[in-house]
């Protein structure tokens, strides 16, 4: 997307945040540890935001004492492991000065997770114009842990994508001929398409 940023390997842009790709596409296939990586977070994510979705929407079989504390032990690892890559390329942006989409999911699901984390260990110091009628702080741990997944899945479908993308100019890379047929004092001859120079006839 930003043509103007170059590394030595991989990484992301410090103007988007988006994972640079490679300046030359070689013909045979690499591995995409991004790819991997963000497929593994999206898996774990997804099996604990679903019960915590279920848990804070749908039904609650749990005490009014119990259920924030499951709620807290299923958002943290989603939010601070699976959303770790989103928290670091939010704060290269804050860095680079260069404010972008991962700031935006940085700043929104790290406040909601943190917001009801102090909500859940000291409720007390909460006036109660921030309370329910139940008399419970409001918590918001399901949106932050449902944002980090959808976001995963979304970097999932866009690293997919590019990578399908780059395995179909791989294979038009591959129909490109391996030899030119040179014409030298009159003759024909088959050589390697890298003995190829200027001024050649072929």
Same mark, same amino acid.
């Given at each position: ?35 991997? =990586?963000m497929?593994?977070? %999206?898996?774990?994510? *997804? &099996?604990?935001?679903?019960?915590? !979705? #279920? +848990?804070t ?25 699976g ?27 790290g ?7 102090i ?14 009628? =139940?008399?419970?702080v409001? %918590?918001?741990?399901? *949106? &932050?842990?449902?944002?980090?997944? !959808? #976001? +995963? ?48 006839v072929?």
């Amino acid at each position: 997307m930003h043509p103007e940023i170059v590394r030595d390997g991989p990484g992301s842009c410090p103007i988007c945040g988006m994972a640079l790709e490679p300046m030359e596409i070689g013909l045979e296939e690499t591995d995409n540890p991004e790819l991997r =990586d963000m497929t593994r977070r %999206l898996w774990l994510c *997804a &099996a604990l935001a679903l019960p915590l !979705l #279920v +848990l804070t929407m749908a039904w609650d079989p749990l005490s009014h004492v119990v259920s924030p504390w499951v709620e807290l032990a299923l958002a943290t690892p989603v939010v601070l492991w699976g959303g770790w890559p989103f928290f670091e390329r939010g704060w290269e942006s804050v860095i680079t000065r260069r404010l972008n989409m991962f700031t935006l999911i940085a700043i929104g699901t790290g406040v909601a997770w943190a917001y009801s984390v102090i909500a859940v260990i000291a409720p007390a110091i909460f006036p109660p114009s921030f309370k329910g009628m =139940d008399g419970r702080v409001g %918590l918001y741990f399901e *949106a &932050a842990a449902v944002i980090v997944t !959808l #976001v +995963l899945l979304g970097q999932v479908l866009e690293l997919r994508a590019r990578s399908a993308t780059s395995g179909a100019i791989r294979a038009l890379l591959g129909l490109s001929p391996k030899t030119a047929r040179l014409v030298r004092d009159g003759m024909e001859e088959d050589v390697p398409l890298e003995t190829v120079r200027i001024g050649d006839v072929l």
